[in-house]
């Protein structure tokens, strides 16, 4: 008899070939389908006459066929199969493309129901390709139909008969949450839950499913952070004694800011606590995280310990070496470089004094990651752009010792409303003050009648010693696609033919490592004037001479994404630009690209795009190693956030380590394992 631990190959219809296309998307037994939910719905629940159909909106009709299907070939490699279908209230014509065995489905003088979308007009209706079944049977039609997110070759149908058959195993199956609890929170049972997210008996059903679920998935996952916050509250950390950070801020030839100082005290306080840190400096582009580092840093080396600083590219890594070696060296710590490229002779030298305690500090890429690299005394390891490597990255490394505090550094402002979920189980120090000096980057909303203009501008910018960076939303267009989006090859080429005296580089995500360290390290030491990328250097170098940010088809991006790249410029003493190009005509499109003009605060900013675009831009592909939510939405579900939050927190202080609720414990567990993959 099957259970959920039963493999998907052995489900009736599915065998070795189809089951490697449900491991596509992530089922891999009937449990991984049952929690693989709709992304939407259908309702197909209310059949209308053909005279009600409403013209250019999916419906459902019940008709008579009233002729014989007709096929023929309108040209090699396309039939079309016509007929007619009547009801009480008029008919309408029906057109298959490529579906020559309609004519053998439908029979005249029989009833179906087809849905699809109404074309035609009030006059004349007409269906193309709608799906159909017989009157009656109530399979595809008349009900509630869920949307699932597939792959090629993986019809819904395939999916539905997989879910029934995962659905006659929660009879085994008991419910997490007690009857009390579910009565407090108004859930219904487990059983009921996943029968009608999956096959919904009607809208009401639906909406309590939906509740169940969703709550379910915030309340795991707020019990997790608070056993995580526990655990780190009692790790103990490599004990570091207090230095003045006065002694460390008189090397620098500026004066931190107050945030700045705050956060330094904030992680002094945690390194000298006895405790292990896990602490987060989030600051917006250009706030000075690396000044919090490089204190972090000083202090560890003045403990005669150790402390490592990954990078997520090599010429970030370099650029970090480059402002954090001299500074220390003030003070006799020497920091070694470590990346892929680092040659093998110099690379053993670093290592060997890296494993002797010889040498305090190494900045480094996913390179410090390697087996060889080894410490004698390890107590910090900071990662800068945290969201760029997976959990199990940084684990690896604050794993070379005992005890190792660790520090995180994101430029991504993230809402207050996300940043529990996002680092929860992180004490966060914010860098809300820039640094004197930094000049704020006019930017403009512009579509692309202004092209010319936009072309002189950059010339003039280029003729007075400025760069600009040109970024487009696709790599390149496949031959033939309708899609008018920007893409870098082209663009590139076009630019080059338009404005034949800038020497102009190309940078993409399909570039390997080294070539793309290449481009990006000719662009950073002036041998290109214009840098046209896709969203690769969203994260990434300090180019002093940067002045100019061009974003093709900004609608494409998220608000908080399109503060990123503007954050790539303004960073040297030359007045900078931002230039947002859009040909929109959407309001809301437009009243968002608004808000880049209008504001430069990062944090205000992700606020606007969390009630613009949801929590999507946040969450997206970033490897922040908490758990994904596979129904709740943030941007409507907050209410429902905070009872689950609160009824966490209510449980945990009556059963701390969750010991008497085994159930609920073992599904948090099984979340943040998956999750750290």
């Given at each position: ?457 950059l010339l003039k910018q280029v003729a007075a010693g400025g760069q ?117 005509q959407n309001e809301k499109t437009r009243r968002r690209l608004q ?83």
């Open positions: 008899m099957a259970d959920l631990h039963t493999d998907i190959r052995f489900l009736k219809g599915i065998g070795e070939k189809k089951a490697l296309l449900f491991h596509k998307l992530g089922i891999f037994t009937l449990g991984d389908c049952l929690e693989y939910f709709p992304r939407d719905y259908e309702d197909r629940s209310h059949i209308l006459p053909i005279r009600e159909g409403p013209v250019g909106e999916n419906c459902c009709v019940r008709a008579l066929v009233g002729s014989d299907p007709t096929t023929r070939l309108i040209r090699r490699g396309l039939t079309v199969t016509k007929l007619r279908a009547f009801d009480e209230s008029g008919s309408m014509e029906l057109t298959f493309f490529n579906q020559p065995y309609v004519k053998d489905q439908l029979r005249q003088g029989q009833e179906y129901v087809f849905y699809g979308r109404m074309g035609g007009n009030l006059l004349r209706k007409q269906m193309t390709n709608p799906e159909f079944e017989p009157a009656g049977k109530g399979a595809i039609t008349g009900r509630i139909l869920p949307v699932y997110r597939l792959t090629g070759g993986l019809s819904r149908k395939a999916l539905l008969g997989a879910m029934g058959q995962a659905l006659d195993c929660t009879a085994q199956m008991g419910d997490r949450l007690t009857d009390e609890f579910r009565a407090q929170h108004r859930l219904c049972p487990l059983r009921d839950a996943y029968e009608n997210i999956h096959f919904p008996q009607d809208a009401q059903a639906l909406a309590a499913a939906r509740r169940r679920v969703i709550f379910e998935e915030f309340f795991t996952f707020a019990c997790g952070l608070q056993l995580m916050q526990e655990q780190d509250r009692y790790s103990p950390g490599v004990s570091l004694q207090w230095y003045d950070p006065q002694a460390f801020y008189r090397l620098l030839p500026f004066a931190p800011t107050g945030a700045q100082r705050r956060a330094v005290d904030q992680a002094f306080a945690d390194l000298c606590s006895g405790r292990r840190m896990n602490r987060l400096i989030q600051g917006d582009v250009g706030s000075g995280k690396t000044l919090v580092a490089a204190a972090c840093l000083w202090l560890a080396a003045k403990n005669g310990k150790q402390a490592a600083l990954m990078a997520p590219t090599e010429l970030l890594a370099v650029q970090h070496h480059q402002s954090l070696a001299p500074l220390l060296e003030q003070c006799g710590f020497s920091c070694g470089l470590l990346t892929g490229s680092t040659p093998k002779k110099q690379r053993q030298t670093l290592c060997d004094a890296l494993a002797a305690g010889a040498l305090p500090l190494v900045v480094g890429t996913h390179a410090l990651l390697e087996q060889q690299v080894q410490f004698d005394r390890l107590a910090l390891t900071i990662t800068d752009e945290q969201h760029r490597f997976g959990v199990r990255q940084r684990q690896i490394l604050a794993g070379k010792a005992d005890q190792v505090h660790t520090l995180v550094m994101s430029a991504t402002p993230i809402p207050r409303t996300l940043a529990l979920l996002l680092y929860g189980d992180m004490a966060v120090s914010i860098l809300d003050e820039l640094p004197p000096g930094r000049k704020p980057v006019p930017t403009y909303a512009v579509d692309s009648r202004y092209r010319a203009r936009l072309d002189a501008f600009a960076y040109i970024v487009c939303p696709l790599i390149e267009t496949e031959e033939g696609a309708a899609d008018e989006r920007q893409s870098a090859v082209t663009y590139a080429q076009k630019l080059q033919q338009r404005l034949p005296q800038l020497r102009i580089g190309l940078m993409h995500g399909r570039l390997k490592a080294g070539e793309k360290d290449r481009v990006m390290a000719s662009f950073a030491q002036g041998e290109l004037d214009v840098l046209v990328s896709t969203t690769v250097i969203e994260v990434g170098v300090n180019v002093p001479r940067a002045t100019l940010m061009i974003v093709e088809d900004a609608d494409r991006f998220g608000l908080s994404q399109l503060h990123q790249l503007r954050g790539r410029v303004g960073r040297g003493t030359l007045q900078s630009y931002c230039v947002l190009v859009s040909d929109s808000v880049m003009t209008q504001c430069s605060d990062g944090f205000r900013i992700a606020e606007e795009d969390l009630k613009l675009r949801g929590p999507g831009d946040f969450f997206g592909d970033r490897q922040h190693g908490l758990p994904q939510f596979k129904v709740a939405d943030l941007s409507n579900d907050i209410e429902l956030l905070q009872e689950a939050q609160q009824a966490a927190k209510d449980l945990l202080a009556q059963d701390p380590g969750l010991l008497q609720h085994a159930p609920l414990r073992q599904r948090v567990e099984q979340l943040f394992a998956r999750a750290q993959q």
